[in-house]
Each structure stands twice: as structure tokens, then as C-alpha cells.
């Protein structure tokens, strides 16, 4: 229980004056049916910087990242309480458009998940469904540079033509980040994105993340705490549902206020 | 040390053996299975293929004007009018002058097809230049005859036990002996109608039938089942209601074909008085009857798609209908097609339901729309292997073939179509 108090006393961090906050949440509850999967979680994301999600599998951190572009609503059984707002409008509110809403807050899922179309099909999809391209070089403008900004243009840029699922693992992860830019969102959700990937591919990712976080403001979910230390510049950690303590990553990673989070990060609960 | 390789452990070679006799119990099913098949498309083709043989018999027929057109009028109503089958009949009586008594002359007759005076009026029609010269003409030997010159009479048997008589085999003894009978492929059996005449019915009406039938039954069924599966699939709420559906969806699949046709009887025919007997209402019972089956692909095909693909589109901020329309249904489309081809299949195939609403009739004209008074193929079997004549044996196996072909045709496309749309990426 004095635990309890020791989260809402850290919780007050105030943010450095120069970095807004991109969304914020207030004691956002998720329920599974009967089954409570997050319970008063309150967090700032920071505007254009790294967010790590951490914690033990079945944390609710990933149910916390998909509350954050309502990707939740798909599932019939799952119900939200609490606040959630993106610049100050409240993205549960009854009249927000969900489809605007993640239009302006992108995803890139754990497993790398392209359309069974073209490299170009892939990115144009998202610019097209939403107006916005004005003609086809508009498109084709808007998915050369969302491949440049994802890194992959050059490995791909002779081939556009042919299928997204022919690409390697990272190739098709970095393309659907391609396809989650190109719609110009404001913040990029990432749900464990490396997890599928080889060691190589991870680090052309986590260097993307790097350049990626000067236009947008990015969540990650991660397992691997060395990820999140080396990517993030906030991190939270999830426990049971709980948020247990956030902050600065390296002040996370190196003097953690609370008992559980030491025991995570130093690998003795995971 | 460790043996692996002796085999003198009991334990070991039982294993091998039970191994050994199960293989052996799966080829021996696929062999007893594969020699059913085969002994009933042998036995099928066997009885069938002669149908698809006719026999001509060429007659020097002499056109007498004083026959066909007395007056010299040349108007197409004298010559529909005039009396063919007596040019038919004196042209035999001159190839056999011996013929006497009324009997007898009755038995010569007979050898040619009672249509034998429409197939020289149409000649007439086409060419009236042709009218008091005389000329071969290849006219259709009756059913009779035909099982004759196809080795079915057994002349063994005793005169009154048989169709033709001794007199009359003689005859077509003496046409084979001198070239006047040449046997030829059956185009009529493709292209003509049915007929009470063994050796004028034909399949057309039948195929014609059976495919406006199918098309009625594809233009409902299709729309219909593929926008049901998508809505209970990717739309409705995961509710009772909708498990119910669900559960009744499998139950109609499973209800006898025969049901529908009482349906479409009591409600099509009695209480909106739609036409009797045509494809219109065949196809509509027979869409009632495929539905469930094209529900139950086309679900099991959107299921198949995998959820990553809903999660990407909507995570790029497409509306749920978007991501149904552009995505889900595209992928899931081969699956569907393949569903509604089969349940086309099963249509085809299906006879009950028609016997209710009247496809069972006996009809001669092609019919040209959906509207027309039609039957199908499976009935077209029905009817001929109910028919007393000899002649309809063959043409009975024969319409079985080319049920067989088409449903072979349809099954063979689903499986096509799917491995083309599936190697699309």
C-alpha cells in the first residue's frame, strides 16, 4: 500500500518547460470482460521523444499502447474508463471520429504485418484513403519520401512494384513504419516492433527510432530492457496492471525508485 | 553400447508390423474406392457412348410436284401444307417393289423416322429449285432400326419377342449391302430438344435449362451468402443472437433438398403465382437450397484471413468498411468463389426441388429466357430412364455424362480459380 503512495509521489514529476506533453492520461482503467487488465494508470507522453512501455509479459503495457489510437475498440469484450487526451481533446470522447484518430496516431504491430499488395500499394494506401494526395505524383512523392524517412528506399526503391511480403523481416517492419508515416501522423505507436527480427535488423530499427523521434512523438513497447535503455528517453514500468514507476530512462535503469521496478530491470522478475 | 539396429526386440518389430499394416490398410482403401469410381464411369460411358452414333439412310427421293405443289404456286404456305411422308413412302416402295399387302407396307415404313417427312419439308424450304427432280437424301432411321444397326437385336430371339421383325431386318440388310445406310456423330443429341422419339430426343433443353437455372441461381445466391458471411463475420456483435444464426445456418444445410422445392412450391408458385416449371423459380429454390453452403466457405474463408491484416489497415486509419472492402474480402474472395462454385455444383446436380415446382415437364422447345417452360439435366435423366423405349437406355447414360462433364468442368474451375488468385503474391 505505501507503495501506492510512493508512485503518486513520483508521479508529480513536472516535465523540463521546454517539452510538451503529447497526450496524457488520468487514471485510465481497462477491464477484459471481468477481468481488470490496467488499473489507474496515469502517464505524459512527451512530444518528440522515445516513450518505452516496460514490464513482464501480461503487464498491460500493450493493452496501455492500444488504448492510445483506441485499438481496443475491436474487441467487443473490452471496456475503457478514465481519460485520455491528445492535446488536450479527450480521444474517448463520443464524438471523435476513431478513424481521424489514428490517422494522427499511427501503429507499427509485433509482427511485421504488410498488405499482401506492392512496396508502393503499401505506403500509398494509407495517403489515399485520406485525401491526401492531390495526384499521382503527389502519391508518388509521399511514398518516396516516407520510404527515405523509413530507411528503405534505397534497398527498395528499383522494386516498388513488387510484393511487400516478399521483403526480409526488418525490411517489412521498416516498410510498415513507411506506411504509418505516410499518413503524416503526429504520434507512432510501436508494439514490440524488434521482437520477430534478427540482432541486425533490431539496430537498423532502433537507429530509425533515433531519427524518426526529431518529427514525431513515439511509444514503444518493449521486452528487452537494454531496447529501452538504449532507444527511450522516458520509460515506464508496468507491473500486474499497475504503473509502478516512470521518469527518465537512465534514472529508471540506474536508481530506481521502487522495489519491483530494481527487480526488473536487474533481471529478477520478468 | 546402444544397438539401432537389430530388430529381434519384440517390442520393435511389433511397432514395424502395426506400422506396415496400416499403410497398407489406407492403399487398400484408395484402391476399393478408385475401382467404384472407375467401374461406374466405365459402365456410364460404356452405355452412354453410342448415343453420341446415329444412322442415316440414304433414300433417292423424288419430288413430285404433283405431290407438293400442284398448283405450281411455290407459296410457302403449300409447301409447309403438302404431305412429305407419302415422297418418303413411295421412294421405299421403289426401292422395294415387292412389298405387298398393307402389313407390310406398314413394316417398310417403319424402318424410317416418323419425322422422316419434316426433314424433306425443311430440305423443300431451303432449296425449292429442288422440287420435280430426284435426288439421294439422307433421312434418320427410326429408333428401331438404329438398335439394329448398333447390334442390340438379337436375331436368335423369336420373331414376336423382338421390335423388328424378320422381314424388316432383311430390309436394312439389303440398304447396309448396298451403301445406303452411313453411320455418322449424333450433332442433333447436342443441339436438339426433347422428344418422344428415342432418335430425335436431344440434350439441348435440358443444358439450356439448367444453365439459366444456374444463372438465376448464382446472380441471388452469390450476392446474397458472400454479404451475409461478411456481416456476421466482420460486423455483428459476437452475441446469442448471432450464435443462434450460426447454429440454424448449419441446420438448413443439412435440410433435404426436397424441403425447398415444397417451399418454393407452396410460397414462389401458390402465393406470389410466379410461372410454373420455369428456371426463374428453379433457380430461386435452388439459391435457397446453396446459400447456406456458400455462407458457411465464405465465413470459413474470412476467418482464414489473419487478423494482422484487419489490425494494419486499421492502423493507418481505415474505417472498419474499408477495411472489410479493401482488404479482408479481397483475400478472402478465392475462398468464397470456390464455396459458391461448389454449392453451384451441388445445384446442378440437384433434382428434388425441380420435381416440385414442375421442371419435370415434357418439353420440346429450347427455352430462350428464364421465364420459358424448361427443364434440367439431372430431370432430363429422370424423365428418359423412366421412359419405356429401348432407344432412351443410351441417351439416359449419355445425359449422365454430360452431367459428369460439367460437374467435373465446375469442380475443376474452383480448384484453378483458387490456385490463380492464391498465387497472386
Known amino acids: ?4 503512495v510512493s508512485v503518486s509521489e513520483t508521479m508529480v514529476s513536472i516535465p523540463s518547460p521546454d517539452i510538451d506533453t503529447k ?10 470482460g471481468d477481468k481488470q487488465a490496467l488499473k489507474d494508470v496515469s502517464l505524459d507522453i512527451p512530444e518528440k521523444q522515445v516513450t518505452a512501455l516496460i514490464g513482464p509479459s501480461g503487464c498491460g503495457k500493450s493493452t496501455f499502447l492500444r488504448c492510445l489510437n483506441r485499438m481496443n475498440d475491436v474487441i467487443d469484450i473490452c471496456r475503457v474508463t478514465g481519460s485520455i487526451k491528445l492535446e488536450d481533446q479527450d480521444i474517448y470522447a463520443p464524438e471523435v471520429d476513431v478513424v481521424r484518430l489514428r490517422a494522427h496516431v499511427g501503429m507499427v504491430f509485433q509482427k511485421p504485418n504488410p498488405f499482401p ?6 505506403v500509398a494506401y494509407g495517403p489515399k484513403i485520406h485525401g491526401l494526395a492531390k495526384s499521382k505524383s503527389d502519391l508518388e512523392g509521399i511514398v518516396e519520401s516516407s520510404l527515405k524517412r523509413a530507411s528503405l528506399w534505397d534497398e527498395v526503391s528499383d522494386r516498388l512494384d513488387e510484393p511487400g511480403t516478399g521483403l526480409s523481416g526488418g525490411q517489412q517492419q521498416r516498410l510498415c513504419i513507411a506506411r504509418a508515416i505516410a499518413v503524416e501522423p503526429q504520434v507512432v505507436l510501436m508494439d514490440e516492433p524488434c521482437s520477430a527480427l534478427d540482432p541486425i535488423a533490431t539496430a537498423r530499427i532502433e537507429e530509425l527510432l533515433d531519427e524518426l523521434r526529431e518529427k514525431y512523438t513515439i511509444v514503444i513497447v518493449t521486452h528487452s530492457m537494454q531496447q529501452a535503455a538504449r532507444v527511450s528517453q522516458k520509460t515506464a514500468f508496468f507491473h500486474l496492471g499497475e504503473l509502478v514507476e516512470k521518469g527518465e530512462t537512465q534514472k529508471i535503469f540506474t536508481a530506481p525508485g521502487d522495489e519491483r521496478t530494481s527487480n526488473y530491470v536487474t533481471g529478477r522478475i520478468g | ?14 511397432r514395424h508390423a502395426s506400422e506396415w499394416r496400416f499403410r497398407a490398410y489406407g492403399a487398400a482403401a484408395i484402391v476399393v474406392s478408385l475401382a467404384f469410381l472407375v467401374l461406374m464411369v466405365a459402365s456410364i460411358t460404356m452405355g452412354g457412348y453410342p448415343a453420341f452414333e446415329r444412322h442415316s439412310i440414304g433414300l433417292k427421293i423424288t419430288f413430285d410436284e404433283k405431290v407438293i405443289d400442284p398448283q405450281g404456286t411455290r407459296m410457302r404456305d403449300q409447301l409447309m401444307a403438302a404431305n412429305y411422308t407419302k415422297l418418303v413412302r413411295s421412294s421405299l416402295r421403289d426401292h422395294f417393289p415387292d412389298v405387298s399387302g398393307r402389313r407390310d407396307k406398314r413394316k417398310l415404313n417403319k424402318i424410317v423416322s416418323s419425322d422422316a417427312g419434316y426433314e424433306l419439308r425443311d430440305l423443300v424450304l431451303g432449296n425449292p429449285d429442288i422440287i420435280g427432280t ?6 434418320t432411321a427410326a429408333a428401331d432400326s438404329e438398335l439394329y444397326l448398333k447390334g442390340y437385336v438379337d436375331k436368335n430371339l423369336p420373331q414376336n419377342q423382338r421390335r423388328l421383325d424378320d422381314l424388316q431386318i432383311g430390309w436394312l440388310d439389303t440398304l447396309t449391302a448396298n451403301g445406303q445406310i452411313k453411320s455418322h456423330f449424333n450433332t442433333e443429341f447436342l443441339l436438339s430438344g426433347d422428344s418422344r422419339e428415342p432418335e430425335l430426343a436431344g440434350i439441348m433443353g435440358a443444358l439450356l435449362g439448367s444453365f439459366y437455372t444456374l444463372v438465376v441461381c448464382f446472380v441471388l445466391s452469390f450476392p446474397i451468402g458472400t454479404l451475409a458471411a461478411i456481416y456476421l463475420e466482420e460486423y455483428a456483435p459476437k452475441s446469442r443472437l448471432n450464435r443462434l444464426i450460426e447454429v440454424n445456418i448449419n441446420n438448413l444445410a443439412a435440410v433435404p433438398s426436397i424441403v425447398f422445392g415444397l417451399l418454393g412450391l407452396a410460397i414462389l408458385l401458390n402465393t406470389f403465382g410466379l410461372p410454373r416449371s420455369t428456371p426463374l423459380v428453379g433457380g430461386m429454390v435452388l439459391a435457397l437450397m446453396t446459400l447456406p453452403t456458400i455462407i458457411i466457405a465464405s465465413r470459413a474463408s474470412l476467418r482464414a484471413v489473419p487478423p494482422s491484416i484487419r489490425e494494419a489497415a486499421l492502423g493507418v486509419g481505415a474505417s472498419k468498411t474499408q477495411t472489410t472492402f479493401h482488404h479482408v474480402a479481397p483475400l478472402a474472395m478465392p475462398g468464397m468463389l470456390t464455396g459458391a462454385i461448389i454449392g453451384m455444383a451441388q445445384a446442378l446436380g440437384e433434382t428434388a426441388p425441380l420435381l416440385m415446382i414442375g421442371m419435370v415437364a415434357f418439353i420440346v422447345d429450347l427455352p430462350t ?9 439431372p430431370v432430363q435423366i429422370f424423365l428418359w430412364a423412366d421412359s419405356p423405349e429401348r432407344g432412351f437406355v443410351e441417351k439416359t447414360s449419355a445425359a449422365i455424362i454430360m452431367l459428369l462433364t460439367f460437374l467435373v ?17
Open chain 1, 1 to 4: 500500500m505505501n507503495m501506492q
Open chain 1, 23 to 32: 497526450i496524457s492520461s488520468r487514471d485510465v482503467n481497462v477491464f477484459y
Open chain 1, 117 to 122: 499488395k506492392s512496396i508502393f500499394e503499401n
Open chain 2, 1 to 14: 553400447m546402444t544397438d539401432l539396429v537389430t530388430t529381434t526386440d519384440r517390442w520393435l518389430k511389433r
Open chain 2, 134 to 139: 430426284t435426288s439421294q437424301v439422307w433421312i
Open chain 2, 369 to 377: 429466357g428464364v421465364t420459358d417452360a424448361a427443364t434440367a439435366l
Open chain 2, 409 to 425: 468442368i465446375m469442380n475443376l474451375s474452383a480448384v484453378l480459380l483458387r490456385r490463380k488468385m492464391e498465387t497472386r503474391w
